[in-house]
């Protein structure tokens, strides 16, 4: 089960092996950051306000100060005094790090205590005493950008109102046209509700500074260590090279830890100001309240087809919150992420959508929870206008799609709003979920049942994604371009250390980057170190987010193992004294052509290498060797689910009784790694649809604020999954991979609700919004749904 | 106040304050880091330890609580070198990916399969069914859990065929 | 991770001991049972109690007695004893199917039944199954021990009638023949609150209702019973209809308030929809029609 290619469809290294990672965490011997203890080290707890719109008129830590074990006491006025108030965020704004002037969401850093245990410093915040003026809130998003509404960012010069961008994509005269001579057209408002990554592990820091040196070393939960380098020393001005990031084990990120947060600077500046370690981690609420939301789009999708089922466009208006700062943690050039890839996975003629971001009183974030920059709501909306299509058309929801996806000899494919997807064979997937599924037989059972007056739905969800961020000419980050580097060192022996830039949160790194390199190369996983998480020992690159690791990182790594293979070629020459031209690549060696007995591989080659051996032009010495990866193209992975629901209309509960995957991302490296991340994902889309969501009440206040409010599924919730798979390879990635990571995200919710709502169709329901909660299912029955985003009334 | 109590098989006495949760004992006075915490409120389960002869949230527990009693964290879970068959299905299952609640679920698995050794696919869903896992979907903990089982029962087949022959 | 404010630690050995204890710190002191609902609220700082009485050693709490007419719960005894309890189970079907649904198998190995009784939330299932099951529970304080009926117990949310010097001991549960009950929960997710519960305790005469106990929580219920619905039940055949009448009253007469697990009509609906249900549940048991 161990040896290369056994398990797997692939030959060489490539397979279904089990994770090299494992034998430590199935130990206890992770090192996540809140097991890291150094000599001397304190710890933090923040300070946080209570409401979610009020003046601050003063600050007083004298009595937190004057407890016996705190150490230090930082006010928004002490990092003012250091130019450290505010920061940047990931989308050109800026963001109050401890409030200075006003507090402007529920949760927001006022103070940071540094005491000698984590005990003492969560008493010492209520010896802080803060007086506030209390201000009328903006918490509905859609009347905040009313006349009357708060401004509520008076901090940024000649803001008169709480617009954050207007933006759009594609050709709305053309989508207009298509809209006024469509024979059918269909619209719908939907909400996709706020929502919170929530990783089992909270983000957390363990900062050092040293005076002496001016080193400052970090170990905290980044997704984005070399990316957090660069920010801390745009931010502090402490020079880069004496900036050190270590992220060890991560306890899940999903997004939610690629910000630098408030909580990490304050800890850093407290380890300048005490001169001994500090460490802060969040609790679960602050978790929940202060960091990382995702989601929250008001959108009104419209789509036009012909009466007998020929989509012909869509267009979308969206109303995105993004709270009181624009922490939105995606490419500069995209303030709705990549939202206009909401064309989907059909041949239209035309598309239009337009973007409005405004500013209200809840946590900033708008961090890529699994959804590969907005993808996910692009498809939520894409997938429901169709199923409404369907219903309008009386016609099969599977059938409609068929008769619409893109046909497999329109690849490559430039979509209406200029994405071009890279390959596809989408008909094939779609046949494939069906036949799993036994759709035909699904749909008699379903007739058969509501004569029972038994509710079973069955909902279709087809999605296309937009993974591998991204081609330097349209994507960075606060002006880094999306390349990632990989180094390989070839040690005398043939053992092999790679070192990567992304920084794995359970995906499985230490594995498939190994299988990678090893399959280039003719060795083991085994034979394969991978050194990733910290800044010292890696090469730069933006890290582990919108299922770029694989696409870009693990490009990176074979393009470097491509380079000692090469270089190898001409040791090997040296070694058989032959021309390089008389070698061919094969089963893992260079083979005398002619004589494939005869040849050397990796292992004699770098002894060889290392050797006293006369070495020929274009080797210096070894063969170890460095790549940058700067992708063409995103990658496009697809899928289609079928979800089977069970619905009983008189209480409103919701059974996910089966659900069907079929994923195609390309090659896959390791199969099971590949289905590890596809059932996640699936929980996760369970999950959003039928349980999580984050509202607020009139106040501010935020009712998600704990996992007794903010629900995530477990086991019982969560059916087995039935998977499938289509392999159709990237054309531009070098072994023909795609993203995988947050395609069951993308897809699955979608899949849920058209499952719940074709269950509901009796009762003439078209949309209900996510959480789909037994109450949110009876009220649609009733006609009357609630608003997933205010309190429930 | 004074605490004194067995980890895996080990006796610690500590000097505690009666505040201190017993994750917090074990993480930061023992240097058990094994066992994690993901909420403050009882929900994730990522702190479960067994309490005697029982799997507890620790979260939830006092020290002083745990004084005179035995306590086994994922630490204790191996015997020696030879990783408990748990443990083994985890790996050889795919049973965690970024390994944060891995020590809690196979601390309930270990005490589900000690009082029920074949136990349906929907019985470990159940009895998981208060701990949180973010990467896996549960899928694969549930077949590790599986596999655990028919492991052992094929081990007690085998011992048994032994002490026949 | 949330952590308690500082606190004192008391360990009672005994009921007297215990007794003692409470008496010596007063109101500022909190009996310590499981702890899965207090410890929560103390970590969170919603409850700063000065002292903590453990009585975790009080193993002779710990117990599920069949007495001739009685079931005797201890109030130390574990959710999941109660659930694991088959002589529980065969004459009070209504506490399995409770047991099951209440929080999950690992709070239930620690959580106490009397903790969950004393903590008094609103929203508790067990309140509703022995308000039900016209439960009495014993109380025993420093003048000897005094019995309250499960619809007396509960003063309001989170308070009880136990006095600040008093423990709660047991819990009896009157056995009779023809009898029959259950439980039924609505919840967003396994393990959570309910959104609205109704427990039904019936007792049959051939097709006669001659009793009725029908409990509800998360809805204002008073004493967390419906009794203008048992009072319609009592001597009517249980029909369809007649439950599904006694459901409408149910709902007609319980005060629920609309929060995140949902709105108040959608809970006023369950009110009706769940004792119906379960009513139509505990009818059949009584029949012997299902287990």
């Known amino acids: ?793 | 106040m004074k605490v004194t109590l067995t980890v895996n098989g080990t006796e610690y006495a500590r000097d505690v304050e009666p505040r201190l949760l017993l994750i917090h004992l074990l993480r930061d006075e023992l240097g058990l880091t094994g066992s994690h915490w993901g909420c403050d409120t009882s929900n994730c389960g990522a702190c479960v330890v067994w309490l005697d002869d029982t799997p507890v949230k620790s979260c939830t527990v006092l020290a002083v609580m745990a004084d005179g009693r035995r306590v086994l964290t994922v630490e204790g879970l191996a015997n020696g070198a030879s990783l408990d068959p748990v443990q083994q299905g985890f790996a050889q299952c795919h049973g965690l990916q970024c390994g944060f609640c891995t020590p809690g679920m196979m601390l309930t698995a270990r005490w589900l399969l000690n009082n029920n050794p074949h136990p349906s696919p929907y019985q470990v869903r159940e009895a998981i069914s208060g701990q949180v896992c973010r990467c896996t979907g549960y899928e694969n903990i549930v077949k590790a859990v599986l596999w655990a089982a028919e492991y052992e029962a094929a081990e007690h087949g085998a011992a048994e065929h032994g002490a026949g022959g | 991770m949330q952590v308690p404010a500082q606190v004192e630690y008391e360990r009672a050995g005994s009921v007297e001991h215990a007794l003692t204890l409470l008496a010596r710190y007063g109101p500022a002191a909190r009996v310590l049972a499981g702890g899965h609902s207090l410890i929560p609220m103390m970590k969170l700082r919603l409850a700063q109690p000065e002292v903590l009485i453990d009585i975790n050693g009080i193993t002779d709490l710990c117990y599920i007695n069949l007495t001739g007419t009685q079931l005797r719960i201890g109030t130390l005894t574990r959710h999941a004893q109660l659930l694991e309890s088959s002589v529980a189970g065969e004459h009070f079907a209504i506490l399995h199917d409770a047991e099951r649904v209440i929080a999950d198998p690992i709070v239930r190995n620690w959580g106490t039944v009397g903790g969950s009784l004393c903590q008094a939330d609103p929203s508790e299932d067990l309140s509703a199954a022995f308000a039900a099951m016209k439960g009495t529970m014993i109380i025993h304080g420093p003048d000897g021990s005094r019995e309250v009926s499960a619809r007396e117990f509960h003063a309001g949310p989170y308070e009880t009638v136990v006095g600040s010097s008093e423990l709660l001991t047991e819990i009896r549960l009157p056995i009779r023949p023809g009898g029959g009950s259950g439980y039924r929960k609505v919840s967003r997710r396994a393990g959570d609150w309910p959104v609205v519960a109704a427990g039904a305790a019936l007792l049959l005469d051939g097709d006669v209702i001659t009793d009725a106990g029908i409990g509800l929580t998360a809805v204002g219920a008073t004493h967390f019973a419906a009794a203008e619905a048992e009072g319609f039940l009592r001597g009517r055949t249980a029909t369809p209809q007649t439950l599904a009448r006694a459901g409408q009253i149910a709902a007609e007469n319980c005060r629920p308030v609309s929060d995140q697990r949902g709105p108040a009509d959608y809970k006023r609906h369950l009110a009706c929809e769940l004792t119906t249900r379960v009513l139509g549940v505990a009818v059949a048991r009584a029949r012997g029609l299902t287990t």
């Open chain 1, 1 to 793: 089960m161990t040896g290369p290619g056994v398990a797997g469809q692939e030959t060489g290294a490539y397979g279904a092996i089990p994770r090299k990672e494992d034998a430590r965490f199935v130990r206890g011997q992770g090192t996540f950051v809140d097991d890291i203890s150094l000599p001397g080290m304190l710890h933090g707890a923040i300070l946080r306000s209570p409401l979610a719109h009020a003046r601050i008129i003063s600050v007083d830590a004298s009595a937190a100060l004057a407890h016996p074990k705190v150490e230090a006491v930082l006010t928004g006025a002490d990092l003012a005094g250091r130019g450290l108030a505010w920061m940047p965020t990931l989308s050109a704004d800026v963001q109050a790090v401890l409030a200075t002037d006003k507090v402007r969401f529920q949760g927001q850093e006022v103070a940071f205590v540094v005491a000698q245990d984590r005990y003492a410093a969560r008493d010492a915040l209520e010896l802080i005493a803060v007086e506030y003026e209390p201000l009328p809130p903006v918490i509905d998003a859609r009347t905040a950008l009313a006349e009357d509404a708060p401004l509520v960012r008076d901090d940024l010069a000649g803001r008169a109102d709480n617009r954050v961008f207007d933006w759009n994509a594609g050709d709305k005269t053309a989508t207009d046209a298509v809209f006024a001579t469509a024979e059918v057209t269909v619209g719908c408002d939907m909400v996709y509700p706020r929502s919170h990554p929530a990783p089992l592990e909270t983000c957390g820091i363990v900062a050092a500074s040293d005076a002496v040196t001016g080193r400052l070393t970090v170990w905290s939960t980044s997704q984005a260590p070399h990316a957090h380098r660069t920010l801390y020393s745009v931010i502090t001005g402490l020079p880069e090279h004496k900036i050190r990031i270590v992220s060890p084990d991560l306890g899940g990120g999903f997004g939610s830890k690629v910000p630098v947060y408030p909580g990490y600077l304050c800890a850093i500046v407290a380890s300048m100001v005490t001169g001994r370690p500090v460490k802060w981690v969040e609790d679960r609420s602050e978790n929940l309240m202060s960091t990382a939301f995702a989601r929250d789009y008001h959108m009104h999708g419209e789509i036009a087809a012909t009466a007998d089922g020929r989509i012909l466009g869509v267009r979308a208006r969206v109303l995105a919150d993004h709270g009181a700062f624009n922490a939105t943690a995606q490419p500069t050039k995209y303030p709705a992420g990549f939202f206009h890839i909401f064309t989907g996975s059909y041949d239209l003629q035309a598309a239009f959508c337009e973007v409005t971001g405004v500013y209200t009183n809840k946590a900033p974030g708008g961090v890529a929870y699994s959804c590969s920059f907005r993808v996910t709501e692009a498809v939520y909306l894409v997938e429901r206008l169709v199923d409404l299509l369907a219903r309008e058309l009386e016609m099969d929801p599977a059938q409609l799609r068929m008769r619409n996806l893109l046909r497999p000899e329109q690849f490559p494919y430039t979509c209406p709003t200029g994405w071009q997807y890279d390959s596809g064979d989408y008909p094939r997937a779609l046949a494939l979920a069906m036949d799993l599924a036994g759709y035909q037989e699904l749909r008699r059972e379903q007739a058969e049942r509501r004569g029972r007056g038994e509710y079973m739905g069955i909902g279709i969800s087809f999605f296309t994604e937009g993974v591998g961020a991204g081609p330097r000419a349209h994507m960075d980050i606060l002006g880094l371009g999306m390349a990632d580097g990989a180094d390989l060192r070839v040690h005398p022996t043939g053992k092999v250390v790679l070192a990567v830039s992304v920084q794995t949160q359970g995906q499985g790194h230490e594995t498939t980057f190994a299988q990678l390199v090893a399959h280039e190369l003719g060795l083991t996983p085994d034979d394969v170190e991978v050194v990733h998480g910290d800044t010292d020992r890696t090469p730069f690159g933006l890290g582990t987010y919108g299922s770029r690791s694989t696409p870009v990182s693990g490009a990176a790594a074979v393009l470097a193992a491509r380079k000692v293979r090469d270089r190898a070629r001409l040791v090997a020459a040296a070694m058989l004294e032959l021309s390089p031209d008389d070698l061919d690549w094969l089963d893992g060696k260079w083979r005398v052509r002619g004589d494939p007995d005869r040849g050397a591989g990796i292992a004699e080659i770098a002894m060889a290498a290392h050797s006293s051996l006369e070495l020929p032009d274009g080797v210096e010495g070894h063969l170890d060797a460095s790549a940058v990866y700067n992708p063409p193209n995103l990658t496009f992975p697809f899928g289609a689910y079928i979800c089977v629901t069970d619905v009983d209309p008189g209480t409103g509960e919701v059974t996910v009784r089966r659900f069907i995957a079929v994923d195609d991302c390309g090659v896959r490296i390791n199969p099971m790694i590949v289905e590890g991340q596809v059932h996640r994902g699936l929980a996760d889309g369970i999950g959003m649809a039928l349980m999580q969501a984050i509202a607020f009440d009139e106040n501010g206040n935020c009712l998600g604020g704990s996992f007794m409010d903010y629900l995530l599924p477990t086991a019982l919730e969560c059916p087995s999954p039935e998977l499938g798979a289509t392999v159709t390879p990237s054309p531009h990635h070098p072994v023909g991979a795609k993203g995988i990571g947050e395609s069951a995200t993308v897809g699955s919710p979608p899949a849920v609700v058209n499952s719940v709502v074709d269950a509901l169709a009796p009762f003439g329901v078209r949309h209900a919004d996510m959480p789909l909660t037994p109450a949110n299912v009876w009220r649609a029955i009733q006609g009357r749904p609630v608003r997933p985003d205010l309190a429930v009334s």
